[in-house]
């Protein structure tokens, strides 16, 4: 996973589609270029725990001082 940069995907032509909606757990290992978590994905789950393991961007934006942690924010348990 060193060198994912985009988590993109697509729905086309149907809008009530929710993608992995019992997501409960979500760890990343060493993603050190992945930029961004799907913002669909965030508000569409419900998520207990989400963890950044060697994920140096993610835990920039998403982490205890990040500019996007207001988008995890409802998320119980976060490591960074």
Known sequence: MDEWEEWDYVISGQKDIK?????????????????????????????????MNWCSVLKERYGRTGDWRYKVSHIPNIRD
């Open 19 to 51: 993608i992995m909606p019992r997501l409960h757990r979500l760890q990343l290992d060493g993603c050190h270029k992945l930029k961004a978590l799907p913002d669909h994905l965030l508000l569409t789950t419900k998520m207990n725990e989400l963890t």
